[in-house]
């Protein structure tokens, strides 16, 4: 293909719009506009954090901090997320809880937390208790059975799988000198990059939706969830909203419990730390990537479209959060990646051969354009290792195609919960755990 037939069939793509295009143009233009509020909402509040950032202070309080690890199934790889927490900088007190979920059939990650204590003795301001739930209860139980032990002022939670950078503690503490903040999400980079293409398009994934957008979105107060992964709370905030819950998202649901104090409280803010960073493992394949998003997507549509769909009122999480729910729970993660899927089938449905690969070219262009804008600021702004980070670069072509094969896996998991409940097939906890929540 030349570039003068190029050119061609670009004229014939806007003949074909002109003529009977009309659903597919309205279509293409939804699709913009659903996802341009966003990314300049998410840009602007890029800019806002680093004017803001470059004029922070030194620390000024030392509050008693409780770190809750969900352990189950890590084995030895425990050890590391304990001595990343003993090696903080952080001058005050952290006590570490290990909780390890059906110890009986996780004995190796039980002796390895066990065998971590002797690492203590190297650090008075550092004290490490292990609880071990001998018979498996989930996430949800492990996490709550923690925070009934934890004594520190503010409450933290990590995955067993996830290490840390020594001033983590230092930057998520900063936060909370604010006291209109309850809540504080930390920043997680991917540990396992170079294990193959999946990981390196969750590198980019992180980097440009975590590390880049939830910066931007938590400066107007917008931020979507604090990760389960890696969160702080002020202790005595979250024992009066009773915890972690049933069913399965704990950490959505957490988030979207939190906000309904936002009607009655305007000042409340729920804070992102791109610089308190955490390194976890994501899946190393892309059927192990499938099976997660299954479940994160669907988990998104139970809590929105079920279980909470009665708290989206202004009176309770305010007009702001109630308009950016409505275009980022909904629109965005819902309606969005159904458009484009049934755009593209009227593109494949509706022009001839040559038509249909311009068309596509261009959408990929454009989504390009789309990951370039953000990946660059998100380099420029947000990063802290921008050498290292810039080498993604050579993976970014790549990105367009897995965003759209991301959108194809949310669409059938918003099928899978709306028609088989999909969120009951969960395996953040055992059955009989799920089948005593309440059936929304």
Not at 245 to 257: I, P, Q, S
Not at 258 to 287: C, S, W
Not at 302 to 312: C, D, W
Not at 314 to 334: D, E, M
Request: with cysteine.
């Amino acid at each position: 293909m030349n570039l003068y037939s190029i050119l061609y069939d670009l004229q014939g793509v806007g003949q074909i719009f002109l003529e009977g295009g009309s659903t597919l143009i309205s279509m293409f233009t939804l699709v913009i506009l659903l996802e341009l509020p966003l990314s300049i909402v998410a840009i602007t509040g890029m800019i806002s954090w680093f004017r803001r950032y470059n004029n922070q202070g030194p620390l000024t309080i030392q509050p008693t901090l409780s770190c809750i690890i969900t352990c189950y199934g890590e084995g030895a790889d425990i050890k590391k997320t304990i001595i990343s927490l003993c090696e903080q900088s952080y001058k005050g007190h952290i006590e570490i809880i290990a909780v390890i979920d059906g110890a009986i059939q996780n004995d190796d990650t039980y002796q390895a937390a066990l065998e971590s204590q002797a690492y203590l003795e190297k650090f008075s301001l550092r004290s490490l208790v292990i609880l071990p739930k001998w018979q498996r209860g989930g996430r949800v139980s492990t996490l709550n059975a923690g925070l009934a032990y934890a004594s520190g002022e503010i409450v933290m939670n990590a995955d067993g799988d996830t290490s840390f950078d020594n001033d983590m503690v230092v930057e998520i503490i900063k936060a909370f000198e604010d006291p209109n903040v309850p809540a504080v999400g930390g920043s997680l980079r991917v540990r396992n990059m170079h294990d193959g293409l999946a990981t390196r398009m969750q590198t980019l994934e992180y980097m440009i939706s975590i590390q880049g957008n939830k910066t931007g979105l938590a400066e107007w107060n917008l931020i979507n969830n604090i990760s389960g992964a890696f969160g702080a709370f002020r202790r005595d905030f979250l024992q009066q909203i009773g915890g972690w819950d049933t069913h399965t998202a704990e950490d959505l649901d957490l988030t979207v419990r939190m906000k309904q104090y936002f009607g009655r409280h305007p000042e409340m803010r729920l804070r992102f730390v791109p610089l308190a960073i955490g390194h976890t493992d994501v899946p190393a394949n892309f059927k192990e990537l499938f099976s997660q998003r299954l479940r994160w997507d669907g988990d998104l549509v139970f809590l929105y479209l079920r279980k909470h769909r009665y708290a989206f009122n202004p009176r309770l999480v305010g007009w702001k959060t109630l308009i950016y729910t409505g275009l980022y729970g909904v629109a965005q993660n819902v309606i969005l990646p159904v458009l484009i899927l049934l755009f593209n089938a009227m593109v494949f449905t509706s022009l001839d051969g040559n038509t249909i690969v311009v068309v596509l070219i261009a959408q990929y262009l454009l989504y390009l354009l789309y990951a370039l804008i953000h990946y660059g600021l998100f380099l420029y702004i947000v990063s802290e290792r921008k050498r290292q980070d810039s080498r993604a670069l050579l993976w970014l072509p790549l990105y367009p195609v897995y965003g759209l094969v991301m959108k194809l896996v949310s669409v059938f998991s918003t099928l899978n919960e709306l028609l088989r409940r999909g969120h009951e097939e969960s395996n953040m906890a055992p059955w009989w755990v799920l089948s005593k929540g309440k059936r929304f």
